[in-house]
């Protein structure tokens, strides 16, 4: 299982998502797949909390923006056991 760090940026948020991003982005996020999409994954979900904690620190008024949530496999990965 990955755990994504995402920005979930509302009109009354003190940062825009273009600053989301460039935290991301500063703090290593791939842009491989889209590069306007930078994505944060993780093994652990201990290293995606200290994730938050980075981006906060790096783009502050962020604390309240930032989610973190499993990413499951697609469904055709799922191993099925009989």
Known sequence: MLWKVDPAVRPSDPVTLEQCKDAMRTMGASTVIDPERPQLRFSRLEDAQECLKRLAE??????????????LPPADRIPVLL
């Open 58 to 71: 790096t783009l502050p008024g962020s604390e309240q923006v930032w989610i973190v949530h499993q990413e």
